[in-house]
């Protein structure tokens, strides 16, 4: 965030921290960073995609099945998306995502 430009949120390395990061958006774009709750704390990780019914997210992060990879998720099980405050709401739509892809699963 930093060498972009951006302020990262106090205690970054709490994922479910970034629920104060920038501005929130009910749907996501290419880039945005998505939060949900799990058990023990949260997870984040950044928006790479949807899926043709748009009812998966593709999300990149770390940790994910212990690894850093890109993984599927359920639209329905992120809580939150945040943007930074200087991105335009016309940003675009969100593209399919059509690579390979693993089922999320650890972090779930």
């Given at each position: 965030?930093?060498?972009?430009g951006?302020?990262?949120?106090?205690?970054?390395?709490?994922?479910?921290?970034?629920?104060?990061?920038?501005?929130?958006?009910?749907?996501?774009?290419?880039?945005?960073?998505?939060?949900?709750?799990?058990?023990?704390?949260?997870?984040?990780?950044?928006?790479?995609?949807?899926?043709?019914?748009?009812?998966?997210?593709?999300?990149?992060?770390?940790?994910?099945?212990?690894?850093?990879?890109?993984?599927?998720?359920?639209?329905?099980?992120?809580?939150?998306?945040?943007?930074?405050?200087?991105?335009?709401?016309?940003?675009?739509?969100l593209?399919?995502?059509?690579?390979?892809?693993?089922?999320?699963?650890?972090?779930?």
């Open positions: 965030m930093k060498e972009n951006h302020t990262p949120v106090k205690n970054s390395f709490r994922a479910k921290s970034w629920k104060d990061f920038g501005k929130t958006i009910k749907d996501p774009v290419f880039g945005a960073i998505a939060i949900k709750s799990r058990k023990g704390g949260g997870h984040v990780g950044f928006v790479v995609g949807k899926s043709a019914s748009g009812k998966e997210l593709f999300i990149l992060g770390g940790n994910q099945g212990d690894k850093v990879s890109i993984a599927e998720y359920p639209r329905n099980v992120w809580e939150t998306f945040v943007v930074p405050k200087t991105l335009d709401k016309n940003f675009g739509r593209p399919v995502y059509t690579a390979p892809a693993e089922k999320a699963d650890s972090e779930a």
